[in-house]
């Protein structure tokens, strides 16, 4: 009977080691693709945003927490300098953020319109960043979390 759960025990132990493997090479693999598109788009930032792999000018505003995480709610700044639909606070319809989806936010030191430096990359060292999972998506926000706070 010992044997038998041990047995067991090292076969799940096992699985568990290679679906972990797995799960690195995948996040590797994909950190690379989007840290190579990150940077190729410090030549022209917009293009980020109008292939909707990025947002930029969101103003957060705290909506409360769940399960000591804290939500944010991104929309537009007022001041942004882009902007999408009837009354400018939309974002764009073709925007490819979904719940559960990892993103980095970066602090714009000098208010809406500052991604356009290298300093504001997500890549950069001494950029400030913050990283967060969507929670919710609507017309004209994305809801995230924060861990920790």
């Given at each position: 009977r010992s044997?038998?759960?041990?047995a067991t025990y090292s076969a799940l132990a096992a699985y568990h080691n290679e679906w972990l493997h797995?799960?690195?090479?995948?996040?590797?693999?994909?950190?690379s693709e989007v840290i190579g598109r990150i940077d190729s788009s410090s030549d022209d930032p917009l293009t980020s945003e109008l292939t909707g792999h990025a947002l930029f000018d969101m103003l957060?505003?705290?909506?409360?927490?769940i399960h000591s995480e804290?939500?944010?709610?991104?929309s537009k700044a007022r001041d942004a300098s882009t902007s999408y639909g009837r009354n400018?606070?939309?974002?764009?319809?073709?925007?490819?953020?979904?719940?559960?989806?990892?993103v980095t936010m970066t602090l714009q030191p000098r208010g809406?319109?500052?991604?356009?430096g290298p300093a504001t990359l997500p890549t950069n060292k001494d950029a400030v960043t913050v990283e967060a999972r969507v929670l919710n998506?609507?017309?004209?926000?994305?809801?995230?979390?924060?861990?920790g706070g």
């Open positions: 044997r038998k759960r041990t797995m799960l690195e090479e995948e996040y590797r693999a994909e950190e957060p505003s705290r909506r409360g927490l804290e939500i944010y709610r991104l400018g606070g939309e974002l764009p319809s073709d925007h490819r953020f979904g719940p559960n989806d990892a809406s319109g500052d991604f356009f998506v609507g017309p004209a926000y994305l809801e995230v979390t924060v861990p």
